[in-house]
């Protein structure tokens, strides 16, 4: 038989998602243990969970310090001596601060849980915050700051953030030299207690394995101080948007970095999965029409994309990119142009097709590591999905079609109420 | 432990099975033996423009990325100055797409005169993304020529100049693919929910077909011994003064490499790492500072990069780390912290091998080095390194004569 290499291989559907929900345990002070075992290595993330996020700073930079600051020492350890005794058993820790709450990620292998467990958990809750580890801490940060602010993009986006949330919100806020140095060790130490000893919310278990390992984590975090995260009545901000057209001086000339934004729908919005679609095909991946028009048809760009963040204070839609300079009005004059196409114009059924199916391999993709799977479950607790959420959500994306897309993209991805900043 | 079956085509492919029934995926993995060092001195960045031409479409196919993303596929590929690398994982009942994309750009590219001319603007716009539009974005382009004065490693993989790729033209295109993409150039790895019956009948059914090429090995041009210390100074819109220095180390596959290897994460990584205790913390000088290794295949370089506090001059800086570097020569490097060292890589290597692309990704480089076993004997090779030999080849390596030191100078505004 002669090859026929004009036509594609026949293709499947996706025919069963390797989803295994997973289980909990809960925990003696009201928190539960989120876990699932899979996959081949003999490897262990336990990720502990915290309100702790930038949403809740009263002063610009105080909750990724205090993250910072957690392998600095604990009541009986110096910072030094804490992790050369986590590298010895081969095991690392993080502190993460997240717009919403931050994460504590422990990574090691199983055979050395046993040295490393105890560690992480006294970093966590015993932490002390020398000063002398703070000032060097405050230095460097200082010298960062001053490193992002010759960087077109970070101006970009801290200034998007900024007419999004609004100047005065913590998400919102610009960081500065004179913030930086006004940190105080008490500051830290009181975020530290409100929202982290007492603002646990769950923890999360992944890769492979067996229940003793479960029940160790168990009874180490029972004995913890570690309180149960309560619904706080902090009177939040409210953010405040200012729409409209930025332009910003860049410290550097040879591109411009552009965001283009607006609010979009929320999770539980009945337009959620029809806008992921929407997204995906306007510039959400390589085979998107931004990517297409303004990279592979133009070549101003060596990447441009929108992405999608529903979240729990603002839910976000935003386009990003760098580009040649001497062209900037021409990429801005051509994604506005996208953007009315995509209003305007019905999307054809085998656009739809080709952005359907590579999300249902990328889903399918984000669930294949047991590592990537803890970002799944995380969604899964923090929205309350149901446990049959997945095989709903992927029937959900086979419904889509290009009236539904429309309608969505007439109501969501209108021209109006634009942030549009661009540095250059 | 990885298992795999390697197998040769007719026409000179290399085929490395990998079968992992616990995924509902399968990669492909093509790794090209090309990179940046076979380019011409005159023609740099060369290898990685062509990897954005492999996805302007080929001969039976348009188009590359829409089939594949038609079967749920993702892909993506990179150019180092060893070799060009591309990748794609499908969902493995769909993996049949992945061997036509795959063996259709393989047989040959369509490159029009326009898909030429985007790429090309894309490739200079990420170059000035990377390199010219981020402070100290610049430094392998100075670097490198510094360290380097005859091996192809003198030029970074985006190219020496945006010159280069402008010039680029159709013939030079056609040239470089019938140079360098063949079956006999390339190893395939197939990876994942796959079993070697269907490995084998896919890959006859879509490679073998592919003839061979004549390829040519020109030798590549040896680096000779440096004898003396060299220097270079930048000017630039910095916010703060920075230093790197180089320092020639012994190729990939060396017992020496492995232990400058583990030397580099002793002294570099994290906050418990030599060079942080001592001169971010102790001696307050630096507001950053890390070693690592260039990591090529041919003979790399071992790199010590510090960024400096306003009040810290380049004699500071430079004195301090060459008292560190001394001190490492004299005197065994502590037993716990070579053990903390080893531990630490055994988790990161385990850990990088959970997902089947990664996996895929270490077949083929192990095998482009020549032992595809290597996969599986990275763990013990790191175990295998005692104090001593950490000792003995700083000696050789840490030593003014074969050192780069590039200074990289705030540039006083003298209008303010």
Redesign the interface.
């Given at each position: 038989m002669i090859?026929n290499?004009?036509i594609?291989?026949?293709?499947?559907k996706?025919?069963?998602?390797?989803f295994n929900y997973f289980e909990h345990t809960n925990m003696a002070c009201g928190s539960s243990l989120y876990f699932l075992s899979?996959?081949?290595?003999?490897?262990i993330k336990l990720e502990l969970v915290f309100d702790a996020g930038k949403a809740n700073e009263l002063n610009t930079s105080v909750a990724s310090f205090t993250a910072s600051m957690m392998?600095?020492g604990t009541k009986k350890r110096t910072?030094?001596a804490l992790?050369?005794e986590l590298?010895?058993?081969?095991?690392?820790f993080q502190v993460k601060t997240f717009n919403e709450d931050a994460i504590a990620t422990l990574?090691?292998?199983e055979k050395?849980l046993d040295g490393a467990l105890p560690l992480f958990i006294e970093a966590i809750t015993e932490s002390i915050f020398p000063e002398k580890?703070l000032t060097?801490l405050k230095?460097?940060a200082?010298?960062?700051i001053?490193?992002n602010?010759?960087?077109?993009e970070y101006i970009c986006r801290t200034s998007f953030n900024e007419f999004i949330y609004g100047k005065d919100h913590p998400l919102g806020k610009k960081n500065s030299v004179e913030n930086i140095n006004k940190i105080e060790r008490n500051e830290l130490l009181d975020f530290y207690k409100t929202n982290y000893l007492t603002g646990f919310k769950y923890a999360i278990l992944t890769g492979n394995f067996n229940p003793q390992t479960i029940l160790k984590i168990q009874s180490l975090i029972d004995s913890s101080p570690l309180e149960q995260f309560k619904v706080n009545n902090n009177n939040k901000q409210l953010p405040i948007q200012i729409f409209g057209k930025h332009q910003i001086e860049a410290?550097?000339k040879?591109?411009a970095s552009l965001k283009i934004g607006k609010i979009g729908p929320n999770r539980k919005d009945a337009h959620f999965t029809d806008f992921q679609l929407l997204n995906l095909i306007f510039g959400g991946?390589?085979?998107s029409r931004l990517m297409k028009k303004i990279?592979?048809?133009?070549?101003?760009?060596?990447g441009i994309h929108s992405y999608y963040e529903p979240g729990q204070i603002l839910n976000i839609w935003c386009i990003e990119a760098?580009?040649?300079n001497k062209n900037k009005t021409l990429a801005v004059t051509e994604i506005y142009k996208e953007l009315q196409k995509i209003s305007n114009k019905a999307i054809s059924a085998k656009e739809i097709?080709?952005?359907r199916?590579?999300l249902?391999?990328?889903i399918?993709?984000s669930?294949?590591?047991?590592?990537s799977m803890s970002s799944r479950m995380k969604t899964h607790i923090d929205f309350e999905l149901d446990a049959d959420y997945m095989v709903k959500y992927i029937d959900e994306i086979y419904s889509v079609n290009s009236d539904s897309l429309s309608k969505v993209a007439a109501k969501h991805l209108s021209n109006e109420q634009i942030i549009e900043v661009v540095v250059s | 432990m990885i298992e795999f079956t390697k197998f040769i085509l007719g026409n000179g492919l290399t085929v490395i099975h990998h079968e992992?029934k616990?995924?509902?995926?399968c990669v492909l993995n093509l790794l090209y033996k090309v990179g940046s060092k076979n380019e011409e001195a005159h023609k740099t960045g060369f290898a990685h423009l062509f990897e954005h031409l492999m996805f302007g479409g080929s001969?039976?196919?348009p188009n590359y990325?829409?089939?594949l993303?038609?079967?749920?596929?993702?892909n993506n590929a990179f150019t180092s100055n060893d070799i060009t690398n591309y990748y794609l994982?499908?969902?493995a009942?769909?993996i049949?797409?992945g061997?036509?994309l795959e063996?259709?750009r393989m047989?040959g590219l369509a490159i029009n005169p326009k898909s030429l001319?985007?790429?090309?603007?894309?490739?200079i716009?990420?170059f000035?993304?990377?390199y010219?539009?981020?402070?100290y974005g610049d430094i392998w382009l100075k670097l490198l020529p510094l360290a380097y004065k005859k091996h192809p490693y003198k030029w970074p993989t985006i190219g020496k100049a945006i010159a280069h790729i402008k010039n680029a033209n159709q013939a030079d295109v056609n040239d470089f693919f019938r140079q360098n993409y063949a079956p006999n150039n390339c190893i395939l790895v197939v990876a994942g929910n796959i079993n070697l019956e269907k490995t084998k009948e896919l890959c006859n059914?879509?490679f073998l077909?592919i003839p061979s090429q004549n390829i040519l090995s020109n030798p590549l041009p040896q680096e000779p011994v440096q004898r003396k210390l060299r220097r270079k100074t930048v000017l630039a819109?910095?916010?703060?003064n920075l230093i790197v220095m180089g320092f020639h180390m012994d190729q990939r596959q060396s017992k020496n490499f492995y232990a400058m290897d583990l030397l580099s994460d002793i002294m570099g990584s994290?906050?418990?790492s030599i060079l942080y205790?001592e001169l971010?913390?102790k001696k307050?000088l630096f507001?950053?500072i890390d070693a690592y290794i260039t990591a090529d295949a041919e003979p790399g370089l071992f790199i010590v990069e510090g960024?400096m506090?306003p009040n810290t001059t380049f004699e500071m800086a430079e004195e301090a780390i060459w008292m560190v570097l001394n001190h490492i020569k004299t005197k065994n490097i502590d037993e716990?912290d070579l053990?903390?060292?080893q531990?630490?890589?055994?988790?990161s290597i385990?850990?990088g091998?959970?997902?089947?692309l990664n996996r895929a990704m270490k077949l083929a480089y192990a095998e482009y080095l020549g032992d595809v076993d290597l996969v599986n004997k990275e763990i013990d090779n790191y175990l295998a390194i005692h104090t001593d030999d950490i000792t003995t080849e700083s000696k050789k390596v840490f030593k003014e004569s074969n050192c780069s030191i590039l200074s990289y100078k705030i540039k006083k505004d003298d209008s303010k």
């Open positions: 090859l290499r004009d594609q291989p026949t293709i499947e996706i025919k069963s998602l390797n899979g996959g081949t290595e003999p490897v392998n600095e910072g030094k992790i050369d590298d010895y058993w081969g095991a690392h990574y090691c292998l050395y580890e060097v230095r460097n200082v010298e960062r001053k490193i602010n010759k960087k077109n410290p550097n040879s591109q991946f390589f085979g990279r592979e048809d133009l070549g101003l760009t060596y760098e580009v040649n097709e080709v952005a199916n590579y249902c391999g990328a399918l993709k669930l294949d590591n047991p590592l | 992992d616990s995924t509902e995926l001969i039976h196919i990325d829409e089939p993303q038609l079967a749920g596929g993702e994982s499908l969902p009942n769909n049949e797409t061997f036509w063996s259709d047989l001319r985007v790429q090309k603007g894309v490739v716009e990420e000035k993304e990377r010219l539009n981020q402070p059914k879509w077909p819109d910095v916010p703060a994290g906050k418990g205790q971010i913390k307050n507001s950053e960024r506090l716990n053990k903390r060292a531990h630490k890589n055994e988790t385990r850990f091998d959970i997902n089947p």
